[in-house]
Nanobody, 121 residues
Framework: QVQVVESGGGLVQPGGALTLSCTVS??????EKWNWQRQVPGNKRETV?????????KYADSVKGRFTISRDDAKSAVFLTMINLKPDDTAVYYC???????????????WGQGTQVNVSS
């Protein structure tokens, strides 16, 4: 069973920084892409950063220049480094991974439970 676990959320003042971590275990497929998504109650979930197994990255316009996604294959982990945080960045942040299993010819998408980030003075 796939386990996706996020950590690193918390309370930070505007202008501050946080690094979120996500580890994956139990996957029977090669992860092809890692996403960090966020959601505010009442709003749609938004993808803020993506990194592929080819190290291609993509960011939402709202976080470009402030957020950096990176990964550590040896640890099966992905990170989201956030600087110059703003109150609008307050949300639950989710890690999402996806990949194709050759064994059962199925594409999988898995999510963690999320970690809360609060940006407030």
């Amino acid at each position: 069973q796939v386990q996706v676990v996020e950590s690193g959320g918390g309370l930070v003042q505007p202008g501050g920084a946080l690094t979120l971590s996500c580890t994956v275990s139990g996957n029977n497929y090669e992860i092809e892409k890692w996403n960090w998504q966020r959601q505010v109650p009442g709003n749609k979930r938004e993808t803020v950063a993506t990194i592929t197994n080819g190290d291609s990255t993509k960011y939402a316009d709202s976080v470009k220049g402030r957020f950096t996604i990176s990964r550590d294959d040896a640890k099966s982990a992905v990170f989201l480094t956030m600087i110059n945080l703003k109150p609008d960045d307050t949300a639950v942040y989710y890690c999402n991974v996806g990949g194709y299993s050759v064994a059962d010819q199925t594409y999988y998408d898995d999510w963690g439970q999320g970690t809360q980030v609060n940006v407030s003075s």
